[in-house]
């Protein structure tokens, strides 16, 4: 399946090249899940991991706020990441790999589980939109990036 994930911003923001995880023919492999998700978001500006709901529940926050959760499903690798309504609706009807988030609002988070249609960089694309979205809805003295730039806004 030729996927480009529908935000119109993906164009001007950042990303690292690929690294050697090579999906299936299904999609991203499971057991490397978590870990590109969590060193893309761990690159982004004034991002921290903590673990507030036990050690199996890695949280990343921008700021102090929330913008990706990987856990486990029923011994299942997901993520769980923020997404623009539209986005999401568009995701979980083309993605087989993408459902509603899981334990959150269902219209403006989505939980991503290794599987069809989800490749690395695609993972990549929405780790990179959630910090964006979250950032976007920072005070403005508070951004650590502009989000429709992806530059310092203090420069």
């Not at 309504?85 to 083309?94: G, H, I, K, T, Y």
């Not at 490749?119 to 950032?135: A, F, G, I, K």
């Amino acid at each position: 399946m030729d996927w480009a994930v529908p935000a119109a911003h993906h164009d001007r923001m950042p990303h690292p090249p690929r690294s050697p995880h090579t999906p299936g023919p299904s999609g991203l492999e499971p057991a490397a899940l978590h870990e590109i998700a969590l060193e893309r978001a761990l690159q982004l500006p004034a991002t921290a991991l903590e673990k507030p709901f036990g050690p199996e529940h890695e949280v990343v926050k921008v700021v102090g706020k929330v913008f990706l959760l990987a856990t486990e499903l029923r011994g299942t690798p997901i993520v769980t990441l923020k997404s623009d309504p539209r986005d999401a609706e568009v995701l979980r009807e083309n993605v087989p790999a993408i459902s509603p988030g899981y334990h959150m609002n269902k219209r403006h988070w989505i939980t991503a589980e290794a599987g069809e249609g989800l490749d690395e960089q695609l993972l990549l694309d929405l780790v990179t939109d959630s910090y964006r979205l979250v950032v976007a809805a920072l005070p403005r003295r508070l951004r650590p990036i502009d989000p429709e730039t992806f530059e310092d806004p203090r420069e």
